[in-house]
């Protein structure tokens, strides 16, 4: 169990991790059918923010962490306003496909602007927490134990407010029938905008959180972005809590191929398992095709 | 902004060079045409830290030479391509728009991952001299497949394959030397899946028998990679000696420390070039002391380079990693005197003139903030010092340095010659 503990750590943490990507990502995409390629710019901005406050300005830290929350949710928003509900408006009907290319944009404009400001030299993550837990001679940083409690937190408070609230509700009414939902008197058009910047305050989140164990820099939010992709497109296009449980299951499967076969393998047998998956049940394995489900 | 006369008289880092160029010049002012030269650099994308360092280097040294007279009176202008995250597409067409565009008769950059070294290629069907810093062996491999076609293309320094016989002769002198009282003879090996890395690695397990060690493991990683936990399993399964770590970023070799030092074994870690940036230190902190690592090019910590480090980080900011913008520093520097000395830098397609200046480039040694650029002509790469080359007045050193205090620059322990501290066990070592 020492040998292994740090591999079950490693697949746990990065776990919460993609689990937090995954949340953001899937509920825009199943809300709107919105691919949002800005995703992991949100994260690393989510990331400087902290940062900024923290090492740059001062600021304590309760302040700091909120820092990625409001920033990701004012530019998770400022998204919706400029990009999604133009290209909404005016070709709803090539929507999903236009919006992949514009926020593809979004992206790269917000990682120079990164770029731009900070420079390209990596920095570490001020907020974080040292030492570590050892139990059963296992090594547990603290940071990581930090990193899945606030991960299980925001998923529990996400999954309320979509269940028990009214907000949460429009925002499954919408994504089951946008326009059924309108018909009832659902205002769509600021549901979408709840859903943006609800999406860009956990991505800023999960930005800190990633920073926190890896570094800051420009292409922070990448990687991230891709494994929540592919964990989205495992579950089922739009499905959060197959999105979520598909993130933990990879994490670990990838975490121990890394182990067992050596650390390359690890992704590569992630994807072997999304081309089976995707043979086996060509719309993930919750997903159901044409039906979007949060 | 530098003129002529403050450059000669206050510059201890130039030295010979400016007064060089100077002399060459004689009363030139830089007032003639302006020269061209191109860089292709990774100036966005994950390689985005260096690629600004090699813009800087570049920067300070145009400035430098327009000082000095530029070249035969012309000043140098600089136009730079973003390649990006760099591939061989991205960054030939962005070598050929560069001569396409501006005409440069050279390209000076610093370097580009996962190109095949297929810019030879640009520059041969051109006509134009080539200076990189991609640290292959391939270059010399490629080199020595048709010398006439790649005539004007140059390795700024020794090839990465003298990383392994370097980093084994150094562990071996420690042991012979009794700096080190190695606890086996084991060293592990964890490359990353890119060239560089894993020709390195590769070198090292091809000699280790040699020099007295046993390869116990040998674990290819992902690039970029910064989730250690699976790797760090199996060398604390059965530790080595030695664990040389050939992945080669900053940000991820600092979070493998950090994640090491949860448990360490009494092993010395070795790495490779990340730890040289302050990215390394500043995201490891006090997990980076005790680090050894080596580079074959890097600006030397002493007395001659200090006027060039005073005034990179005045131009540059306090953070800025002038261990980086020296390489295409002295490249442009070399450059620009082996042009002068050719009669002129010539232009694209004209092989007569390109030619001289690339027979200029071989003949000059050049004694740099980096140390010694001969040319080897079997590769036409930098002579590598101690491994290749017995004099340090003949070969880039190969240099190793430890961090030793994380709050300070790391200290250069080997080779002998230049050294200025010795190695100190790591602190993560039990009795």
């Known amino acids: ?294 | 902004m530098t003129n002529r006369r403050a450059l000669l008289k206050g510059s201890a880092a130039l030295g010979g060079a400016a007064m060089m160029l100077a002399s060459i010049n004689r009363e030139a002012r830089a007032e003639g045409d302006p020269i061209p030269i191109g860089s292709a650099l990774p100036l966005s994308g994950y390689a985005a830290a260096d690629g600004i360092e090699f813009r800087n280097g570049l920067e300070l040294a145009a400035e430098e030479i327009n000082a000095a007279g530029g070249i035969l009176g012309r000043p140098i202008e600089l136009h730079i391509e973003d390649t990006k995250d760099m591939g061989a597409d991205v960054v030939t067409q962005a070598i050929q728009r560069l001569i396409d565009r501006h005409e440069v008769p050279a390209i000076i950059n610093g370097y580009n991952t996962g190109t095949n070294m297929v810019e030879m290629d640009v520059a041969a069907d051109n006509d134009v001299i080539f200076v990189h810093y991609n640290t292959l062996i391939s270059h010399n491999e490629k080199f020595k497949s048709d010398p006439e076609r790649y005539y004007g293309c140059f390795q700024g320094d020794p090839p990465e394959y003298y990383y392994g016989p370097g980093c084994l002769l150094f562990l071996k002198n420690l042991i012979d030397s009794g700096q080190w009282q190695a606890p086996n003879n084991k060293i592990a090996i964890v490359p990353s899946a890119n060239e560089y890395s894993v020709v390195i690695a590769n070198a090292v397990k091809a000699q280790a028998e040699e020099y007295g060690f046993t390869v116990s493991l040998f674990e290819t990683v992902p690039f970029p990679t910064n989730q250690w936990g699976p790797t760090l399993a199996k060398l604390r399964q059965d530790p080595p000696a030695a664990i040389i770590v050939t992945h080669f970023l900053p940000q991820d070799l600092a979070q493998f420390m950090v994640q090491f030092l949860t448990q360490p074994t009494n092993s010395l870690v070795y790495m490779q070039y990340g730890p040289s940036l302050p990215a390394f230190r500043e995201i490891g902190k006090e997990a980076v002391n005790g680090v050894i690592y080596s580079t074959t090019i890097g600006c030397l910590p002493d007395e001659f380079s200090a006027g060039y480090r005073q005034k990179y980080r005045e131009k540059f900011g306090p953070n800025s990693a002038f261990i980086t913008g020296s390489q295409t520093y002295d490249g442009l520097w070399h450059y620009a005197l082996s042009a002068a000395i050719a009669g002129g830098p010539g232009e694209p397609f004209d092989r007569e003139q390109i030619e001289k200046v690339a027979a200029a480039m071989r003949r000059l040694i050049y004694r740099g903030v980096n140390g010694t650029y001969r040319c080897d002509p079997d590769g036409q790469s930098g002579y590598c010092y101690p491994t290749q080359i017995g004099d340090p007045s003949l070969g880039m050193p190969h240099q190793f340095l430890q961090h030793q205090d994380h709050t300070t620059d790391p200290r250069l322990i080997a080779p002998e010659f230049y050294a200025t501290h010795r190695f100190v066990l790591p602190p993560w070592f039990k009795a």
């Open chain 1, 1 to 294: 169990m020492e040998i292994l503990g740090p591999v079950l750590v490693a697949g746990i943490t990065t776990g919460a991790l993609y689990a937090l990507a995954t949340i953001g990502l899937s509920l825009v995409w199943g809300a709107l059918g919105m691919l949002n390629m800005a995703h992991g710019a949100l994260l690393t901005i989510g990331g400087y923010a902290a940062f900024t406050l923290a090492t740059l300005l001062g600021a304590p830290w309760p302040v700091a962490v909120l820092a990625p929350v409001a920033v990701g949710a004012l530019i998770g928003a400022a998204i919706y306003l400029l990009v999604a509900q133009p290209l909404l408006a005016r070709a709803p009907r090539s929507f999903e496909t236009n919006v992949i290319i514009a926020t593809f944009g979004v992206a790269i404009a917000l990682e120079n602007a990164v770029l731009l400001i900070f420079g390209g030299q990596p920095f570490g993550q001020s907020i974080a927490l040292p030492g570590h837990l050892q139990a059963g001679g296992i090594f547990v940083p603290w940071q990581n134990v930090l990193i899945v409690a606030v991960v299980l937190v925001l998923m529990a408070a996400t999954a309320f407010f979509l269940a028990r609230t009214r907000a949460g509700r429009a925002i499954r009414a919408t994504a089951q029938h946008r326009e059924a939902a309108q018909l009832l008197g659902v205002p769509v058009g600021r549901v979408y905008l709840q859903v943006l910047a609800l999406s860009g305050g956990i991505a800023g989140t999960c930005g800190l959180l990633v920073s926190s164990i890896t570094q800051l820099s420009p292409t922070l939010g990448a990687d991230p972005m891709l494994k929540a992709f592919i964990m989205c497109v495992v579950a089922g296009l739009g499905n959060l809590p197959g999105a979520i449980g598909a993130a933990f299951v990879l994490a670990l499967i990838e975490a121990f191929a890394s182990y067992g076969l050596g650390a390359r393998w690890g992704f590569p047998l992630l994807l072997a398992i999304v081309i089976l998956v995707l043979i086996w049940r060509p719309d993930g394995l919750f997903g159901r095709a044409a039906v979007r489900r949060l």
